[in-house]
């Protein structure tokens, strides 16, 4: 039942950088949008990033300059290059891939995968 699955989560410092994928089948990477969340315990589900099959973006504040958003369409793997890591960012971080409106600003995705696991110490 899982089609898209998160890989390259872990631990590392303050500053440090970490770089996820997000593999996905072929019929689910053809999604109008993809993106990346995250949530901490104790805190509500967001956005960190998303980018339509057209190849637009957006970030959210929190990440912006330090996060980016790519899609490797001959492997069918979207990616999250995070730098400059604060511990704020600390969370299970989720992709997930939708229709037009998830990208239209109803973050209303269809599919999502199981997560993977972040943690940024001091």
């Known amino acids: 039942d899982v089609q898209l699955v998160e890989s390259g989560g872990g631990s590392v410092q303050a500053g440090g950088s970490l770089r996820l994928s997000c593999a996905a089948s072929e019929s689910i990477y053809s999604s109008r949008c993809m993106g990346w969340f995250r949530q901490a315990p104790g805190k509500e589900r967001e956005v960190a990033a998303a980018?339509?099959?057209?190849?637009?973006?957006s970030v959210a504040d929190a990440v912006t300059g330090r996060f980016t958003i790519s899609k490797d369409n001959a492997k069918n793997t979207l990616h999250l290059q995070m730098n400059s890591l604060k511990p704020e960012d600390t969370a299970m971080y989720y992709c997930a891939a939708g229709g037009w409106y998830a990208c239209a600003g109803t973050s209303k995705y269809n599919y999502w995968g199981q997560g993977t696991q972040v943690t940024v110490s001091t």
């Open positions: 980018i339509e099959t057209n190849g637009r973006t």
